[in-house]
């Protein structure tokens, strides 16, 4: 049976199968391809967002305008405080400036000062040489108190003398009065030059320690000037009983019975 089929299906081939003439034809010449297209060279991903791509460059941009805001911020702080530092500068020197005209100025009034005070100091020198020599020159003359034989010497407005006679400290006020004169009892004068000009020594003078008060006191009550204390002892009970007596440079203390001669007093012409 095969062949039988096979024998019916060749009529069909037969008729279907046409006679092609065989021509001997040159092939064409060969052509370049043609260049890619732009498409062709950049093509686009089945899968692209385009959200996706311009949410980053909006991040970017507002990152940059952010940093571009604080580096502006920060470049007004610079020279804020530039300015701020630059003012303080300025017047810290104006300060300095007028600082060192102050001290300059008080350089100046210290010298003159200085000079003045040197001044000064020369003339209360001379003059108290010329106190010197015209109590000097009334110390000789003595016109006022006697004869110079009797060895009263004036000083200012009163004369002053040095017993002979020495009796203890009590009696020296009874003893001045005999001479019409009174026992030393106050500081009026100047007592270091009275006591030079008498040359005196270990004479009695009108102070004395008072025991009530616990001062050392002249016998009008008065207290000693601040040249004459420093150069007695602190007053305390220990000195009960106790009387100043001078030297020709110093004073001291000793007891009020001792005998020792008494500095009187009077006024001039007296």
Same mark, same amino acid.
């Given at each position: 049976m095969s062949d039988a089929s096979d024998y019916e299906q060749h009529p069909e081939n037969t008729e279907q199968t046409e @006679?092609?003439? $065989?021509?001997?034809?040159?092939?064409?010449? @060969?052509?370049p391809p043609p260049p890619p297209t732009e498409d062709e060279w950049r093509p686009i991903p089945e899968h692209t967002n385009v959200n996706a791509s311009r949410f980053p460059f909006s991040l970017y941009g507002i990152i940059t305008? $952010?940093?571009?805001? *604080?580096?502006?911020l920060l470049l007004m702080l610079c020279g804020f405080f530039g300015?701020?530092? *630059?003012?303080?500068?300025?017047?810290?020197?104006?300060?300095?400036?007028?600082?060192?005209? +102050? $001290?300059?100025? *008080?350089?100046?009034?210290?010298?003159i000062f200085l000079h003045v005070k040197n001044v000064v100091d020369q003339?209360?020198?001379i003059l108290? +040489?010329?106190q010197d020599q015209n109590e000097e020159l009334n110390a000789k003359g003595g016109e006022g108190c006697g004869s110079p034989l009797s060895h009263w010497v004036q000083h200012r407005d009163h004369c002053y003398h040095q017993t002979v006679e020495t009796v203890s400290w009590w009696n020296c006020s009874d003893l001045c009065v005999s001479l019409n004169a009174t026992f030393l009892k106050?500081? +009026?004068? +100047?007592?270091?030059? $009275?006591?030079k000009l008498l040359a005196v020594n270990h004479t009695w003078l009108g102070l004395s320690y008072k025991e009530e008060d616990n001062e050392w006191k002249w016998e009008d009550g008065s207290l000693p000037s601040s040249g004459l204390e420093w150069r007695l002892p602190k007053p305390s009970m220990n000195f009960q009983g106790k009387c100043?007596?001078?030297d020709m440079h110093t004073v001291g203390i000793d007891n009020c019975t001792m005998s020792s001669s008494c500095l009187c007093e009077k006024p001039v012409c007296a």
């Open positions: @006679a092609i003439p $065989i021509v001997d034809v040159e092939p064409p010449l @060969a052509l305008v $952010i940093l571009g805001i *604080f580096s502006l300015y701020q530092y *630059f003012q303080s500068v300025q017047e810290s020197e104006s300060k300095m400036k007028s600082l060192n005209q +102050r $001290i300059e100025s *008080f350089q100046n009034k210290e010298k003339n209360k020198e108290e +040489r010329l106050t500081e +009026r004068s +100047r007592l270091m030059c $009275i006591l100043v007596y001078a």
